[in-house]
């Protein structure tokens, strides 16, 4: 009965305060963001300045992941973004240009050409095309009027309707369509300052390809030439086509034959090709040749070609007699050790290579080979404890000139470990972890540190006395070594604690458990972890899966235990990595503790539409649903789901017991054709379905999100409109009970102990529906050590950008229909229930913050009770923690160290000032009482 | 030749039938005083039959264009950082007359209530909209704490109740040392004429009451709490 009591203020302490919320002073100090934009590729990657009449340029880059952004080379911070992929697994060719000295950049993905303010990022205009986008070009072309206004735009298209077309670069009107007939794939367009080029792709009868030139008059759209490239037998596949060249005074296109061997040119426009052989250099083959040039067309007409063997590589700079098409070799760039990057500036009409090399950053002219700047690189070993050294991929370069000389060299880098990075003259300036927008799997792992604490404290708890009592005092003694280290950092820790810094030290002393590893397994094959309390620092990044170019791997990770990460791939036993250095632990778990399939856990299979759950080698249970309805998902409960009461106390202490069964299920079917939805709470021993319900009307489109957590689940839908129904999007919870009568345990009371397989007693559900204003694309819930703390439901918002913390007061089922809540449920904190449930902004993990394209949200107990970390991943990484029944077990930033300080003072100062009164008071009497 | 002639009829054909809706945000002070401020992740969604969701980006005006709308029952919904916007009913059907054009209109809507439950009417359209949406309210995400504030503090009447009584112990013996010794001699014989004259002039009731007052004045707690009446020491 006390303890009820307690738990009822406890509740009612809690529900007072309704709104957990984000506190305007912690805001951006718990939470954590890496507003990512994804792998950089290299062709759609340039620094550009957004405003012609600035100086100031931005980095501009259309990610693999379909996350066109402009970043600011100051800070590295995101000027603006715009996911242009929803969802990322279509691998489309991706295009962004801009126009010289003009304030927007055109993108090109899938179908859809648009233009976007370089500035802001706002969308100037678009146009869907009818087939896919085989390139995306800006006119470059001089039409003798200085026009104001955008340049125009060049789109090729392929598919069926394959054509060139020519958009206005002020409306996005099309302003003229030349069709591409026949089978040969487009392939490029390419303009030089008069002309304009489409290239495409000729199939021979033998399986080569031949390169197809045809020129187009830019203003009219007409065909006024075309012509074969003699390729004969050399392009078997179209990756060995180095490059097509653009907007250059006269653009050229580059091949090899299928052994590298053979370096072929041709000048568009001309009929001639040049050759030249590539030197072997020494032992290796060339396993990759690209092109640097310049896509200005007033440029110089030099460009760079960059050889790439498995162990070094090399370059040479050509250049092109514009009045005879003809092209001399200027000179070459000597070999270096490892991979490099080549990246191309222009100033003026000067063209000028920088190049990165594993040491060194130089930069040198076109015209000649002297070496205008040299910095060696400095710090930019990305994870210092990991032993590969990250190598460069590809870089974009901005060159400054003081006096005739280089002042200054931004260069942004894409390293293999996935950063990128940008060397100011060959120091970092600032490196953001692209890789991470790639995270396909994450956990949350407790340091190494902890959990040797727990063991030693474990050892002593299980040994006989006189043992442990010496091993405590070899800890202590072992301790005192940290004495001075600590007696050092004191008075910096006292002034921190006073000046509201964060006191949180590093890994190993946390009491609170906030300083908990969190590996993110990326799509690359890579493991990145970092602390979840100091996020700004990578702990490590290294390689675990060794994947072929389009191989894909499906990694699950998992921290058995403190210290730990397992990772493993589909059908694998998985590999123990260090959670703090990220070094492999066993290749392979010893024999004895490997996990057999045993024949005691239960499978789970889609099969033939419907859920089958095998037991080792039977079938134990089938579940089909009905009406030709296909499993969407299923979410079990969490396996680590504590629970602090079996029984809910009411507003008059009596208990409502929770229907609570480990092994419970929530299904989702669905059936496009009816466009209706099932969901099912099933016990996934038995198979038995606890609690259904369909829903007609649902947009199966729309993200369906379910969660399960203790004895309540939750899930969201997006209704179709009719007359006397409302449409958007609904959010359902609902909660299991034994028996709805308060004080009972229905049929369970009677008996000792409870199987799945065997039980008759089926739960009363209690649901409520809400109205929502948005789709939930996915949910999860808080977890905290004991479960006592009050739960939040966690919803990612996809068209807010937002992950919200919904408070389960709010959701209650309990909440009372059509009546104010008597005096016992307002113990209980049940308001009304309102069908319209808004999302409070204070409600918003995120604040003022957007995070995009989050795919899923994992959470883990602080070793405080009150707090949940979060740890939020997909293209964006957020993170934050959170205390639903706010922060009862530790000082907050809510307590004032200062006003309790001076409260104390002016107590003192009081008690000084007033005791003489007192004093002379009491001696007064005295002698008046004599 | 023939075949993009066909292909450009059946595109002049289809932007001719495609009702195209165009949303803008005016600029509304107090609350958007300048609608060039929303940032570029401002998006409008128009969420028509299963399957029907289309999203497109604010532009540099500071509208939305939806082009080639079907014949349905969309809900519109602008989302944006900082703001919020009520959401709209748009409807885009045939043309009475039965004509190739499209009739298309939009109301406010009201979530959780039916969907034929409309607000009042944005505007209507042939073949093409354009609607002005203002923001309702601006987002606030931050809780503030309820922190010590010293105004509030000294405005409480405990502490005010105390600060006159400081200032009357401290202060009123300042006062009377800083008169002079012919007023403050004054003031004394009149206190003491006060304190003498009670014996005589006192009823027996007034005795009383001042008793009482005494009573009061003297009041010992500790011994009060010790169980003790203060009359004379019997305890009960």
């Known amino acids: 009965m006390w303890l009820h009591s307690l738990q009822v203020i406890f509740a009612a302490a809690c529900f007072v305060r309704l709104s957990a919320a984000v506190f305007a002073d912690e805001a951006w100090n718990v939470d954590y963001h890496y507003a990512l934009l994804g792998e950089p590729k290299e062709e759609t990657t340039f620094f550009h300045q957004p405003n012609p009449s600035s100086k100031a340029s931005l980095i501009y880059s259309l990610s693999e992941q379909g996350v066109l952004g402009a970043i600011n080379p100051r800070d590295g911070s995101v000027v603006w973004r715009q996911p242009l992929l929803r969802d990322d697994t279509a691998q489309n060719a991706s295009f962004l240009r801009a126009g010289e000295d003009r304030d927007v950049v055109v993108s090109g993905l899938g179908r859809q050409v648009a233009a976007w303010n370089a500035a802001d990022g706002r969308l100037e205009w678009d146009l869907i095309v009818d087939g896919d986008l085989a390139d995306v070009e800006i006119l470059a072309l001089d039409e003798g009027t200085p026009t104001t206004g955008a340049k125009d735009v060049i789109a090729l298209s392929g598919g069926e309707h394959a054509a060139v077309r020519r958009i206005d670069g002020a409306t996005g009107a099309v302003k003229w369509r030349h069709p591409l007939d026949g089978p040969d794939v487009p392939y490029q367009v390419s303009a030089s300052a008069t002309e304009l080029y489409a290239i495409a792709l000729h199939k021979t009868m033998l399986g080569y390809y031949k390169l197809k030139v045809i020129s187009l008059d830019p203003v009219t759209g007409r065909k006024t030439d075309e012509h074969m490239l003699s390729s004969e037998s050399e392009l078997t596949t179209t990756d060995t086509i180095v490059s097509v060249g653009a907007n250059s005074a006269s653009p050229i296109i580059a091949w090899t034959d299928s052994a590298a061997s053979v370096l072929k040119l041709n000048v568009l426009g001309t009929s001639g090709v040049s050759s030249f052989n590539i030197d072997k250099h020494g032992e290796g083959a060339v396993r990759r040749v690209r092109m640097h040039a310049p896509r200005h067309s007033n440029a110089l007409a030099h460009f760079l070609v960059h050889y790439e063997s498995d162990t070094a590589h090399w370059a040479e700079v050509f250049h092109i007699d514009v009045r005879n098409g003809k092209v001399e070799k200027a000179y070459s760039l000597p070999k270096a050790a490892g991979r490099g990057a080549f990246s191309t500036s222009v100033i003026d009409a000067n063209v000028y290579f920088t190049r990165v090399t594993q040491t060194e950053v130089v930069t040198v002219a076109s015209a000649s080979h002297g070496i205008l700047s040299r910095w060696s690189l400095q710090g930019a070993r990305v994870a210092d404890n990991s032993n590969s050294t990250p190598e460069p991929i590809h870089a974009v370069s901005e060159v400054s000139f003081k006096d005739n000389a280089v002042s200054a060299v931004r260069t942004a880098l894409y390293t293999s470990t996935g950063d990128w990075i940008l060397l100011r003259n060959g120091s970092p300036a600032w490196t953001r972890p692209e890789i991470l927008a790639t995270t396909i799997a994450a956990t949350f792992a407790a340091p190494a540190e902890a959990e040797a604490l727990v063991k030693q404290l474990q050892a002593e708890a299980h040994s006989n006395p006189v043992q442990a009592y010496s091993h405590r005092l070899q800890r202590h003694i072992a301790d005192l070594k940290l004495l001075p280290a600590i007696l050092s950092s004191l008075p910096q820790r006292i002034i921190d604690a006073f000046f509201g810094n964060s006191a949180e030290g590093g890994i190993g002393h946390d009491g609170f458990g906030f300083h908990q590893i969190i590996a993110c397994a990326t799509k690359s094959g890579r493991v990145v972890a970092f602390d979840a309390a100091s996020p700004t620092k990578i702990l490590w990044n290294r390689q675990v899966a060794d994947l072929q170019p389009g191989q894909s791997w499906q990694p699950s990770l998992y921290s058995p235990r403190g210290g730990v990460i397992v990772v493993r791939s589909r059908a694998d036993i998985g590999v123990e990595y260090s959670a703090t250095d990220g070094e492999l632990l066993a290749s392979t778990l010893p024999v004895a503790e490997r996990e057999v399939p045993s024949s005691k856990a239960m499978q789970y299979t889609i099969r033939s539409g419907g859920l089958e759950a095998t037991l080792g080698e039977r079938s134990a249970w089938h579940f089909v649903p009905a009406n030709g309805e296909t499993v969407i998902s299923l979410v079990p409960r969490p396996i680590n789901d504590p629970v602090a009461s079996i029984g809910k106390v009411l507003g008059d202490r009596r208990v409502l017991y929770k229907y609570l069964d480990p092994n419970l299920a929530l299904l989702v079917t669905g059936r496009n054709a009816s466009r209706t939805a099932s969901f099912y709470v099933l016990n996934t021993v038995s198979g038995a379905v606890i609690h259904s319900s369909m829903h007609t009307g649902v947009d199966l489109d729309a993200p369906i999100s379910s969660m399960m957590s203790e004895n309540w689940f939750a899930y969201s839908f997006t209704a179709e409109a009719s007359d006397d129904s409302p449409k958007g999007h609904q959010l359902v919870v609902g909660e299991l009970f034994e028996s709805l009568v308060p004080n009972d345990r229905g049929l369970l009371s009677a008996k000792a102990n409870y199987s799945s397989l065997e039980s008759g007693a089926e739960p009363f559900s209690l649901v409520h529906t809400y109205q929502i204003p948005e789709r939930i694309s996915k949910m999860a819930v808080t977890r905290t050590r004991q479960g006592i703390t009050s739960r939040q439901l966690l919803a990612v918002l996809p068209d807010s950008n937002a992950l919200v913390g919904i408070p389960y007061g709010v959701l209650d089922p309990r909440r009372p229909v059509h009546r104010d809540p008597t005096k016992d449920e307002q113990m209980e904190g049940l308001v009304k229930y309102t069908p319209v449930l808004d999302f409070d902004p204070k409600w918003y993990l995120n604040h003022q913050r957007e995070v995009v394209g989050i795919k899923d949200v994992e959470t883990s107990p602080a070793l405080i009770e009150s707090t949940s970390l979060v740890f939020a991943y997909g293209l964006d990484i957020f993170g934050t923690r959170l205390s639903p029944s706010f922060s009862f077990d530790i000082l907050g930033k809510d307590f004032n160290k200062f006003q309790m300080l001076a409260t104390v003072a002016a107590l003192a100062v009081a008690t000084f000032v007033v005791a003489p009164l007192v004093m002379r008071k009491q001696v007064d009497q005295r002698w008046k009482l004599l | ?236």
């Open chain 2, 1 to 236: 030749m023939h075949s993009q002639w066909r292909i450009l009829f059946l595109l002049l054909a289809s932007i001719a039938n495609a009702a195209r809706l165009t949303v803008s945000i005016p600029a509304s002070p107090p609350l958007l005083a300048n609608p060039a401020t929303l940032p570029s992740s401002t998006h409008a969604v128009l969420i028509g039959p299963a399957g029907v969701h289309y999203d497109v980006p604010i532009r540099k005006d500071s509208t939305f264009a939806f082009g080639d709308l079907a014949e349905a029952s969309y809900l519109l919904t602008i989302y944006s950082r900082d703001y919020f916007f009520p959401s709209l009913r748009v409807d885009v059907g045939a043309a009475a007359d039965g004509s190739q054009h499209q009739t298309i209109q939009a109301w406010q809507t009201f979530r959780g209530n039916e969907w034929n439950n409309k607000g009042p009417a944005y505007g209507q359209g042939r073949d093409e909209l354009k609607v002005q949406v203002q923001p309702t309210s601006k987002k606030d995400f931050y809780q503030s704490r309820g922190g010590f504030d010293i105004l509030g503090f000294l405005k409480n009447p405990m502490i005010l109740m105390g600060l006159v009584s400081v200032v009357f112990i401290f202060g009123l013996p300042k006062l009377m040392d800083m008169l002079d010794p012919e007023m403050k001699a004054e003031i004394e014989e009149m206190q003491r004429g006060k304190r003498a004259a009670p014996a005589e002039l006192q009823s027996e009731r007034d005795r009383a009451t001042s008793e009482a007052v005494n009573a009061v004045q003297n009041f010992d707690i500790a011994s009060w709490l010790a169980g003790r009446s203060s009359g004379g020491g019997g305890s009960k």
